[in-house]
């Protein structure tokens, strides 16, 4: 979150707004939105029988539409949402809505600093996507799998580039599917193409391939790495170097290549969620040592505490440390954090936070029905009825805290010094 | 070598010729060694040594009890035409033995185990048939409309081609429809945190949307926190189960379970589906690695009962024309959800009428297993593989008959129509929402 250098870091709560005003204002309320930095709040309301709008802090878009869906905010904190007028559909980023409108769109990105947002379109029966308002010149029979660079300036998606009928079994195994950048297809056309995904310099595209029923692959760039592989995962990137990483099985156990070469040797049951360090020193990635038993390996090593359940991996910017969501047999959910869970269990743990130096994590909990924030496995004295995910400041020795409380939406920044190990 | 039994009934299916005109003995033998060596281990080792060929399991088969007792439907013949067979020639089988097998494989076993309960051993044939269409999947002999759908499943994660947008797109037509009898009712989508993620099968968007426009009264009058994802994931069926490609089942289940924990919902609430539960609750989650569902799954029987039990769904009239249940295999045999379901259809239907046999003892449809997906080649005999089926139903004498299963709907509507019942099938959703009551809605 290095945009979040510029936010309000003084310590303390305050009470941004009063959030009970939306629904003594609108009869028809949906959810809370809340900004990344706290100070905004939003929610779409329906304003009549055939219209709806944004209402933000208080007030409502001029802009209104038959249809608003998916409000999102961008790590700039800017507001965007998806809009329907006179059938076709569009998309508005604060209050003002992109020229052109569509047969139908989804899927909101932003880049890593909102600048660039880019939705999944649906134009006359052709898909594609559109980045800023610029729609894909070529769009496809189908597209699925879509994403944007890091930076924004390149969109990619798995597309069907060649029109097949009902049941042509034959023709789907012949190679229908591709992936295709900021509008191009690939010349290697296969069976099947998912989770494209960018090098952070977005000069680099890899995806999941798969060539026949049985013979999965990794492609960079239109191009194979030299082995096939009884199947795989999600690839991706190292930030630092664009090396490329993937869960990869062969032997029947799951390893991860990097760049083709197998990294960490197969010997696991399952792996997956491959995730860098910032600085590109650390892989870790979700693995089953033994079926049933899931934990994380960091360059491979697993660590010795195992749950039924692990999700969500997050590194500290060197990678010397990590916290995940676990859940036991009880199907209570907690932090694993270096291998060491948590005291406490939940109903439900959110998204996990790791600060930059990796010495805190923190996580939005619930317990019947009631959400905290908690850091290191303390737990913060408010209670809310909602909160969002805790966002540490660049320093990590801070938390914004975010929620709703008693008819009131809180923002605290809270330091954390005292939750260290 | 071809198969006695199956050699007298061959079908031509342009999938499976497809897959064995490019076969060889050498590469049939290497793809079977490998998938024996590498994937089974003591459980068909054990069941292959154990299996007495008594041929008590026969009259378990509802294929065997609708021919006449033909012995080559008998669950062991079918067995001994397929995997016996294979294991006693090392794997060294002809393309024209592979054809047969798929056939018996993939058209005459639904999979549906109730022969296992007749078998004084206990063996699993379902399991064993099972591993022959992993074979077959591996030498690319598939029928060629359940391989149309796995394409299907690993191209866009769901059963029927619904390409990304039609999914919000038919949750909101929905949701407006809904709209004019329930002006507050709401389809959630990407609601991170609700507690139920309530999920569906393919089907549902393309052309049975009035079961995703009734699951949204029920949650919205009973008060639910729940939401559908905008997102692949969506859907929690799986004919890759069935054709034995477990890879692209093991992507669809990861797809589906990743949507849930994306959205930290505490449970999955399925739709009324009997295969896509098999798939969520036992097969794919445990291929992936995990022993039991990561996010806790619960069919909508369980889901009804639930709500009956706590009181929030309240019945306003009952059903009073006399119906009967159909046991669907997969949450009966396969999750004992006998008494449940009839908890909740007595609590409607005041006139209920027992089939019989029936909880786990029930006939299969004949669809499951995805025996129905094979297509229109296999239709005539997957409808003459259930004249049993028809024949509980008619001795029941009651004009409708509920049954909680997607393919136990497409089964028993051909078998209905075919040996002329005359009966109309229902979903339960379908009285549910035709008896609950609905504070909400309008006149």
Redesign the interface.
Known sequence: MRLASSWDWEPGQRVVLESTKCSEEHEWQEEFYASPDGERLACVVRLSDFESGVWVNGEVWESRFDRVWYPRFGPDNRLTVLAQAEMDWTVATEDAAWEDSYTYVWGTRFSEDGAHVAVSVQQDGAYGMIVDGKIWDTLYENANNFTLSPDGSRSAAAVQAIPMGQAEVAKFKAGVFTVAVDGQAWDKIVMNAWTPVFSKDARKVAAQIRLTHFDYAIAVDGGLWPDTYQMVWEPVFNPANGQLAAPVKAGGAWGVAIDGLMAWKPRFFQCWQPVFSRNGQRLAAIVAPEYGEFTVAIDGQPWSWTYPVIDQVVLSDDGSCAAARAKDNDEKWTIIKDGKPWERTYDMVFSPAISPDGAFAAAKVEKKGQHRIAVNGHELETVFDQAWDPVFNPEGDKILVRGLSQGKFLRAVVPVEQYRY | MSIPGIRDRKIED??LQ?GVDRLTEDQIQKTIKKVLK?ETGAKLKLYAETCMRCGLCAEGCHYYMSHDKDPSYAPVSKVRQTMWEILRHNGKVSPEFIYGCAQIAYTECNMCKRCAHYCPLGIDIGYIISVVRRIC??L?VVP??I??TA?SH????NQMWV???EW??AL?WQEDEARDEIP?L?I??????ADIFYSVIGPEPKFRTQLIYQAAVLMNETGQSWTMP???GWDNSDMAMYTG?Y?VM??IK?AHFDTA?RL?V?RIVMGECGHAFRSIYDMGNRW?????H?V?VMHAIEFYHELLEKGQLKIAKTFDTPVTLHDPCNIIRGRGLMDQAREVVKAFCPNFVEMTPNREHNYCCCAGGGVINCGPPFKNVRVEGNKVKAEQLIRTGVPVVIAPCHNCHGGLEDIIHAYKTGQELKFLIDIIYECMEKPDAVE
């Open positions: 342009v999938g497809a590498g999947h591996k690319g060629l409309y391989q149309d394409h690993s191209a866009t994660m390409k990304d947008d919000p797109d909101q507050n709401r959630p989508l990407e609601v991170e945190g905008a997102t692949p490609d890879e093991g992507r990861r924990m930290k505490k992936l690695g995990w022993k039991m990561p806790r």
